[in-house]
């Protein structure tokens, strides 16, 4: 199973609201998902990010694949930081 690392929207409409979470990819992006990770508040000032980082670190070595605003994300949060020490 090839498993991606990406947000999946809840909240009302105009009041998105996202969780971090690991999915199938070929799962659809509000559907099911294997963990939550954190979640991102992109409303907040400023905007909130919280991620489990023990977590990312365990599914990025067991080879989940993050999308490039998620990438960013963990890397505000510090994710990758630990990674490389």
């Known amino acids: 199973m090839a498993t991606r690392i ?14 971090i979470v690991v999915a199938d990819s070929r799962a659809p992006r509000d559907g099911r998902s ?3 990770l954190g979640h991102y508040n992109p409303r907040a000032k400023p905007s909130v990010i919280d991620v489990d980082k023990e977590r990312a670190l365990a599914w990025l070595a067991k ?6 605003t998620v ?3 963990l890397k505000k949060a510090g994710v990758f930081a630990t990674r490389s020490a």
């Open 6 to 19: 990406r947000l999946r929207r809840v909240g009302r409409k105009g009041q998105a609201y996202f969780r």
């Open 63 to 68: 080879g989940a694949v993050p999308t490039d």
């Open 71 to 73: 990438r960013s994300l």
């Open 34 to 36: 294997v963990a939550t």
